[in-house]
């Protein structure tokens, strides 16, 4: 196997790996904007 997509399931799969891989990364970096905005010094 080289690794090359063969068949509808195989695209499927892959679809959904690199769609959960965007969601983790979307949810840490809105994560981390978030608190960059909310916990600043207050004086």
Do not use: C, K
Request: hydrophobic content about 50%; proline content about 0%; glycine content about 4%.
């Amino acid at each position: 196997m080289d690794g090359a997509i063969n068949t509808l399931h195989e695209f499927m799969l892959h679809t959904e790996n690199i769609t959960y891989i965007l969601v983790v990364i979307s949810l840490v970096g809105i994560t981390a904007f978030w608190r960059f905005l909310t916990d600043r010094d207050e004086e």
